[in-house]
C-alpha cells in the first residue's frame, strides 16, 4: 500500500529540480490548506473582522493564484537552464510510458482540485467585498458617513451593493475596476474628502430601486408631521402637518408628484454646477412627442454653459437622492431628538445651545464630545443651578443626544459637514423641488413649472402649538 503510494507519487520528484516550481508548490499548498481552515472556521458562524477579511478572502486566493503560477515558471525556466548549460531537455513524451500517466493523472487530479478552489475562493471574496460590512467599514475613515447614515436609513437591512452595483455581470466587473482604484486611492490617500455626490455613473434606478419598489404603483396621498423645538427659553414645540399627493398612476392615469414625472423618461434637464443644484434649462416632452423647454429667467447661462452642463433625465436619484444615507440639517436633526424624547424640552434653552454647540467647528469627533459635553453641563450649572440639580440625568441623557446627532451628521476626517450633500426631497433646507419649481423657470408661451403649494402638498397646519387636525385625526400628542 505505502509503497503503492510512494510510486504513484514518484513523477514529483521531477519538480524538485526548480526552485521556483516547489515554492509555487508549497505556496498553493500551504494556502489551500489555510483556506480550507478558514472557511470551517467561518462555517461555525464566527464573523470575520473587515480587515481580515481583506486577507482571507483576497490575499489568500491571490497567493494560491500566484503558487499556481510559479509551478509552470519554473518548469520553463528549468528548460532554459538546461538549455543553457547544453543539456537537451526530453522533447519526446512517452504517452505510454507508466511515469508520465502517473504524472498527468496526479497534474489531472490537482487540477480538479485547484479549480474547485479557486471557484470557492472566488465566490467567498466576492461574497466578502459586496457585504455591508466590508463597503462601510473596511476603509473606515471613507466611508464612515455614509455607513453611519444608511444604518439609520429605511434601507439598512439591504446592501450597499443593491444600490451601487445592482445584478448583471457588466456592472460587477465594472464595479470591481472602480473598487481597485478606490482600494489604490485610499490606501495611497489620494481621495477626494468628501466624496463627491452625486456618483457619475451610478446604476439606473430600474436596475437598483425598481427591483423592489414598484414605479407603476399608486402612492396616493402621505400624511407628514413635522415636529418644531424653537430656540426661546421653553424650546416652543410647535407642528406642521401636511398631506403630502405622492400620487402615481391609476387607471393608467398619471397624477401627483410621482405621476409627473415617472411618465416614461419625460422631463429632461441641463445643471449647470456638480452637485445638479442649478437647473438652467427643464424639458418636458408630452406623450404626442411635443417639446417644450422651460428656462430660468432667474440663472444667467450662456450657449456654452449650456453646452458644458449635465443632460440628464430625471428619474428617482434627482428627488430621492439620500434615500440610502440621509444626513439630516442640524435644527431637524436636533427636532427629532427633541420630539424622540431624548432631549427634554424643559431644559431651559436646550434647542438654542444645543444648536450652537452642534454647529461649531471642531479638529474631531472626540473633541466635539468633550466639548459638548462641558459646555453644555457647564450652561445649566451655572446659569440654571437649580434646574441642573433637580434634572441631572435629563441633562447627562442632552448630552448624549447631542453628540449623538453630531456625530451622526458631521465628519470632520472626511470633511463632511452641515450640509454638504444637499438632500433633493422637498425646499426647506435645500432648493431641491424648487430647483425646477421656482416659478421662475418659463416656457416661450409663458407657462411657468407651477411653484402652487397645493399642487405638491395641502399645507393642513403651519407651526402650530397644538393643530386642531391632529386632534382630529387622534394623533395629538399626550
Ligand atoms: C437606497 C440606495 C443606496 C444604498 C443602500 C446606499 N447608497 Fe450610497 N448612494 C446612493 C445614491 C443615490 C448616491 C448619490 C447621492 C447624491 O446624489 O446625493 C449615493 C452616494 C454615495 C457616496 C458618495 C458620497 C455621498 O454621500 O453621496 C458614497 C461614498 C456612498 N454612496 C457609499 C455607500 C455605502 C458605503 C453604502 C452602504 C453602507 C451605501 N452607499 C448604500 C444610493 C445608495
Ligand atoms: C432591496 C430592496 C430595495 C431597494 C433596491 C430599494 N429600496 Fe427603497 N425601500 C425598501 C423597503 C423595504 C422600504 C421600506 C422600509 C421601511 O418602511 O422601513 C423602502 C423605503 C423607501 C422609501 C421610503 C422612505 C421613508 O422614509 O419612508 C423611499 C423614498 C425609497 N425606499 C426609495 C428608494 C430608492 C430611490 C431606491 C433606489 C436608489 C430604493 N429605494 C431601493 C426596499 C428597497
Ligand atoms: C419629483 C420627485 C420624485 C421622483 C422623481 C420620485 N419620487 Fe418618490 N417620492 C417623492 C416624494 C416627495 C415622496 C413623499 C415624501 C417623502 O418620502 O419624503 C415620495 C415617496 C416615495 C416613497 C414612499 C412611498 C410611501 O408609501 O410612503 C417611495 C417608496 C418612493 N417615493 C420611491 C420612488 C421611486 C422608486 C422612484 C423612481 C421610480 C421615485 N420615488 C421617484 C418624490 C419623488
Ligand atoms: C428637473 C426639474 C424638476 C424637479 C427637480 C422637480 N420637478 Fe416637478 N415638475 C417638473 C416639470 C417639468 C413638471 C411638468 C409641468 C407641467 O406639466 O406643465 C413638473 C410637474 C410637477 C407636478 C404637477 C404640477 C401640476 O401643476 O399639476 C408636481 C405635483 C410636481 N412636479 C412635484 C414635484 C416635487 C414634489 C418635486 C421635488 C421633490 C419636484 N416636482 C421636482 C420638473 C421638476
Ligand atoms: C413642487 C412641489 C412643492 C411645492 C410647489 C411646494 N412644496 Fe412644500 N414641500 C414639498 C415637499 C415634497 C415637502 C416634503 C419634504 C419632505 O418629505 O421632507 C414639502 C414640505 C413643506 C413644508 C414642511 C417643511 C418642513 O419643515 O419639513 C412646508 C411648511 C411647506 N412645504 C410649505 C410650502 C409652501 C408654503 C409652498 C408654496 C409657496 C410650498 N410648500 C410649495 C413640495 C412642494
Same mark, same amino acid.
Not at 4 to 33: C, D, E, M, N, V
Not at 333 to 361: C, H, M, N, T, Y
Given at each position: 500500500? $505505502?509503497?503503492?503510494?510512494?510510486?504513484?507519487? $514518484?513523477?514529483?520528484?521531477?519538480?524538485?529540480?526548480?526552485?521556483?516550481?516547489?515554492?509555487?508548490?508549497?505556496?498553493?499548498?500551504?494556502?489551500? /490548506?489555510?483556506?480550507?481552515?478558514?472557511?470551517?472556521?467561518?462555517?461555525?458562524?464566527?464573523?470575520?473582522?473587515?480587515?481580515?477579511?481583506?486577507?482571507?478572502?483576497?490575499?489568500?486566493?491571490?497567493?494560491?493564484?500566484?503558487?499556481?503560477?510559479?509551478?509552470?515558471?519554473?518548469?520553463?525556466?528549468?528548460?532554459?537552464?538546461?538549455?543553457?548549460?547544453?543539456?537537451?531537455?526530453?522533447?519526446?513524451?512517452?504517452?505510454?510510458?507508466?511515469?508520465?500517466?502517473?504524472?498527468?493523472?496526479?497534474?489531472?487530479?490537482?487540477?480538479?482540485?485547484?479549480?474547485?478552489?479557486?471557484?470557492?475562493?472566488?465566490?467567498?471574496?466576492?461574497?466578502?467585498?459586496?457585504?455591508?460590512?466590508?463597503?462601510?467599514?473596511?476603509?473606515?475613515?471613507?466611508?464612515?458617513?455614509?455607513?453611519?447614515?444608511?444604518?439609520?436609513?429605511?434601507?439598512?437591512?439591504?446592501?450597499?451593493?443593491?444600490?451601487?452595483?445592482?445584478?448583471?455581470?457588466?456592472?460587477?466587473?465594472?464595479?470591481?475596476?472602480?473598487?481597485?482604484?478606490?482600494?489604490?486611492?485610499?490606501?495611497?490617500?489620494?481621495?477626494?474628502?468628501?466624496?463627491?455626490?452625486?456618483? $457619475?455613473?451610478?446604476?439606473?434606478?430600474?436596475?437598483?430601486?425598481?427591483?423592489?419598489?414598484?414605479?407603476?404603483?399608486?402612492?396616493?396621498?402621505?400624511?407628514?408631521?413635522?415636529?418644531?423645538?424653537?430656540?426661546?427659553?421653553?424650546?416652543?414645540?410647535?407642528?406642521?402637518?401636511?398631506?403630502?399627493?405622492?400620487?402615481?398612476?391609476?387607471?393608467?392615469?398619471?397624477?401627483? /408628484?410621482?405621476?409627473?414625472?415617472?411618465?416614461?423618461?419625460?422631463?429632461?434637464?441641463?445643471?449647470?454646477? =456638480?452637485?445638479?443644484?442649478?437647473?438652467?434649462?427643464?424639458?418636458?416632452?408630452?406623450?404626442?412627442?411635443?417639446?417644450?423647454?422651460?428656462?430660468?429667467?432667474?440663472?444667467?447661462?450662456?450657449?456654452?454653459?449650456?453646452?458644458?452642463?449635465?443632460?440628464?433625465?430625471?428619474?428617482?436619484?434627482?428627488?430621492?437622492?439620500?434615500?440610502?444615507?440621509?444626513?439630516?440639517?442640524?435644527?431637524?436633526?436636533? =427636532?427629532?431628538?427633541?420630539?424622540?424624547?431624548?432631549?427634554?424640552?424643559?431644559?431651559?434653552?436646550?434647542? $438654542?445651545?444645543?444648536?450652537?454647540?452642534?454647529?461649531?467647528?471642531?479638529?474631531?469627533?472626540?473633541?466635539?464630545?468633550?466639548?459638548?459635553?462641558?459646555?453644555?453641563?457647564?450652561?445649566?450649572?451655572?446659569?440654571?443651578?437649580?434646574?441642573?440639580?433637580?434634572?441631572?440625568?435629563?441633562?447627562?441623557?442632552?448630552?448624549?443626544?447631542?453628540?449623538?446627532?453630531?456625530?451622526?451628521?458631521?465628519?470632520?476626517?472626511?470633511?463632511?459637514?452641515?450640509?454638504?450633500?444637499?438632500?433633493?426631497?422637498?425646499?426647506?433646507?435645500?432648493?431641491?423641488?424648487?430647483?425646477?419649481?421656482?416659478?421662475?423657470?418659463?416656457?416661450?408661451?409663458?407657462?411657468?413649472?407651477?411653484?402652487?403649494?397645493?399642487?405638491?402638498?395641502?399645507?393642513?397646519?403651519?407651526?402650530?402649538?397644538?393643530?386642531?387636525?391632529?386632534?382630529?385625526?387622534?394623533?395629538?400628542?399626550?
Amino acid at each position: 500500500m $505505502r509503497d503503492g503510494f510512494l510510486q504513484w507519487l $514518484r513523477p514529483a520528484t521531477y519538480l524538485r529540480g526548480s526552485f521556483l516550481t516547489l515554492f509555487g508548490a508549497a505556496l498553493t499548498t500551504s494556502t489551500a /490548506i489555510t483556506l480550507i481552515a478558514v472557511w470551517l472556521l467561518e462555517s461555525t458562524g464566527r464573523t470575520v473582522h473587515p480587515y481580515a477579511g481583506i486577507v482571507i478572502f483576497v490575499g489568500l486566493p491571490a497567493l494560491f493564484v500566484l503558487g499556481l503560477i510559479l509551478m509552470p515558471l519554473g518548469v520553463l525556466r528549468e528548460r532554459r537552464r538546461m538549455r543553457a548549460g547544453g543539456e537537451t531537455p526530453p522533447t519526446h513524451v512517452d504517452f505510454g510510458s507508466a511515469q508520465v500517466l502517473r504524472a498527468l493523472s496526479i497534474i489531472g487530479l490537482l487540477t480538479v482540485v485547484n479549480v474547485a478552489l479557486l471557484g470557492i475562493a472566488s465566490y467567498k471574496g466576492i461574497e466578502h467585498m459586496e457585504s455591508t460590512s466590508f463597503c462601510g467599514a473596511t476603509c473606515h475613515v471613507v466611508m464612515q458617513p455614509e455607513y453611519t447614515a444608511f444604518q439609520v436609513s429605511p434601507h439598512a437591512r439591504m446592501g450597499c451593493v443593491e444600490c451601487h452595483v445592482g445584478s448583471g455581470a457588466s456592472w460587477f466587473v465594472r464595479s470591481k475596476i472602480a473598487g481597485v482604484r478606490q482600494l489604490i486611492g485610499v490606501t495611497t490617500g489620494h481621495y477626494s474628502r468628501p466624496i463627491p455626490a452625486p456618483v $457619475r455613473p451610478i446604476r439606473s434606478p430600474s436596475d437598483t430601486c425598481e427591483h423592489c419598489h414598484n414605479p407603476q404603483a399608486y402612492v396616493g396621498t402621505r400624511l407628514k408631521v413635522v415636529d418644531k423645538f424653537a430656540d426661546d427659553e421653553s424650546n416652543s414645540h410647535s407642528s406642521t402637518v401636511l398631506m403630502l399627493k405622492v400620487g402615481g398612476l391609476r387607471a393608467g392615469t398619471a397624477s401627483g /408628484i410621482h405621476g409627473h414625472h415617472l411618465n416614461g423618461g419625460r422631463i429632461t434637464y441641463i445643471a449647470t454646477d =456638480d452637485k445638479r443644484q442649478i437647473i438652467p434649462r427643464v424639458t418636458l416632452t408630452d406623450a404626442s412627442g411635443h417639446a417644450t423647454e422651460y428656462a430660468s429667467t432667474d440663472v444667467k447661462v450662456t450657449d456654452a454653459d449650456l453646452q458644458r452642463g449635465e443632460h440628464r433625465v430625471m428619474d428617482c436619484l434627482d428627488c430621492h437622492n439620500r434615500s440610502g444615507h440621509a444626513f439630516a440639517p442640524p435644527e431637524r436633526a436636533l =427636532d427629532r431628538a427633541f420630539a424622540a424624547g431624548q432631549i427634554s424640552p424643559e431644559l431651559p434653552f436646550a434647542k $438654542r445651545e444645543a444648536l450652537r454647540l452642534v454647529k461649531a467647528e471642531y479638529a474631531d469627533d472626540a473633541r466635539a464630545g468633550q466639548a459638548i459635553e462641558t459646555e453644555l453641563t457647564a450652561f445649566y450649572r451655572d446659569k440654571y443651578p437649580a434646574v441642573f440639580k433637580a434634572k441631572q440625568a435629563d441633562v447627562r441623557k442632552a448630552v448624549a443626544s447631542v453628540r449623538q446627532v453630531y456625530s451622526s451628521n458631521v465628519f470632520p476626517a472626511m470633511k463632511v459637514v452641515w450640509g454638504t450633500y444637499p438632500n433633493n426631497v422637498g425646499h426647506e433646507e435645500f432648493p431641491g423641488c424648487f430647483r425646477c419649481h421656482d416659478g421662475n423657470h418659463a416656457a416661450p408661451d409663458g407657462r411657468v413649472i407651477s411653484q402652487d403649494c397645493d399642487s405638491c402638498h395641502n399645507v393642513l397646519a403651519m407651526e402650530e402649538a397644538s393643530p386642531q387636525i391632529l386632534k382630529d385625526l387622534g394623533l395629538a400628542a399626550q
